[in-house]
């Protein structure tokens, strides 16, 4: 049975300082992250002892661990990689292309995530997605982040729940928003986005 793994964090955990500290990258990466890992792997055991046994009892709460858990480790692996001590800045290439067709202009679309991503009701994530079924780069909201778009691969993402920022910002997720910009590895979305749209 194939095993999910926790990545190495591509920095130092004060490398994204004074944007995000050192206690919540260890905390966020070592622990929250750890967790998802832990979820997913003991969900697909216990499915392997279901099939094992021919015994199905609760599996659709079974499924629905491993969705969540899933999720969570597929978009704090995408967030590591997201963010680069020397980000910030702007999109380059086809992405920056992209952006502009698709919300008008680069400063637009920041608005436009940044406000999608502060307005998250309790926990969740703010996404910048590719769509494969437009093929457009789409801003979503991702409250439940088992129930992601099905038809979509995530290009930007900003995890919102408290365990990301509350240490350092307290309540206010403006903030952490707003300084998220300075860190993001431009070059990395770039890659995803040429990836995703085959460019």
Same mark, same amino acid.
Do not use: R, T
């Given at each position: 049975m194939a095993t999910y793994e926790l990545p190495e964090l591509p920095?130092?955990?004060?490398?994204?300082?004074?944007?995000?500290?050192?206690?919540?990258?260890? &905390? *966020?990466?070592?622990?929250? *992250?750890?967790?998802?890992?832990?979820?997913?792997?003991?969900?697909l055991d216990t499915l392997e002892e279901m099939r094992e046994n021919d015994e199905w009892g609760d599996v659709k709460g079974v499924e629905r661990n491993l969705a969540f858990n899933l999720a969570g480790h597929i978009?704090?692996?995408?967030?590591?990689?997201?963010?680069? /001590?020397?980000?910030?800045?702007? /999109?380059?290439?086809? &992405?920056?292309?992209?952006?502009?067709?698709?919300?008008?202009s680069f400063e637009e679309f920041k608005t436009h995530f940044s406000e999608a991503a502060k307005g998250v009701e309790g926990s969740g994530w703010g996404m910048? &997605?590719?769509? *494969?079924?437009?093929?457009? /780069?789409i801003v979503s909201m991702a409250e439940n982040h088992q129930n992601q778009y099905p038809s979509a691969t995530p290009l930007l993402v900003l995890d919102v729940w408290e365990h990301a920022y509350y240490l350092q910002y307290e309540n206010n997720r403006g903030e952490y928003v707003d300084n998220f910009w300075d860190v993001v590895n431009w070059d990395d979305v770039e890659e995803r986005y040429d990836e995703a749209s085959g460019m």
């Open positions: 920095y130092s955990y004060d490398a994204l300082e004074p944007s995000i500290d050192a206690h919540i990258m260890e &905390l *966020h990466h070592d622990k929250h *992250h750890q967790g998802y890992v832990n979820g997913a792997n003991a969900a978009n704090h692996s995408v967030f590591w990689e997201n963010m680069s /001590p020397d980000g910030g800045g702007e /999109p380059g290439g086809d &992405l920056a292309d992209a952006l502009d067709a698709q919300f008008g910048l &997605l590719y769509d *494969h079924v437009a093929d457009i /780069p």
